[in-house]
């Protein structure tokens, strides 16, 4: 594994619209081990490819229940809001309030090309839904209110 740079605000890639990830194979388990390095040696929650200079639609997810990898993420179900301070590694020592679903339900596919379905409440479904985000060019601060 090897930690990658992560892209910083500033930077075309943030803002573009990802492509879907076609490949199952070792190039992208090995992408995705060195995204995990990379999310945890920055203390973060969540990583997506974009923010690696990769764009493809997948990212990864730990809120300290476990790392979960979504493959070509779509949100099927929202349900209820929650408005709290949210940042962004590639946006560092900066947060905002965003009012996001309190409970997301996502289906994608994980590292093996099998489809999934995951749920996550309160910061996991922030999230989910923050780095979904990324994968269509959108950031957080498009979306804080003060
Ligand atoms: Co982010």
Known sequence: MAKRNIVKLGDDILRK?????????ERLHQILDDM????YAADGVGLAAPQVGLLRRFCIVDVGDGIVELINPV???KEGTQTGDEGCLSIPGKSAA???PMKVTVRAQDRNGKNIIVSGE??????FCHEIDHLDGILYIDKKEN
């Open 98 to 100: 965003v009012t996001r």
């Open 36 to 39: 995990a390095e990379t999310m």
């Open 17 to 25: 619209v990802c492509r879907t990830q076609l490949n199952f194979d």
């Open 122 to 127: 309160g910061l996991k479904a922030r999230a």
């Open 75 to 77: 949100i099927i179900e």
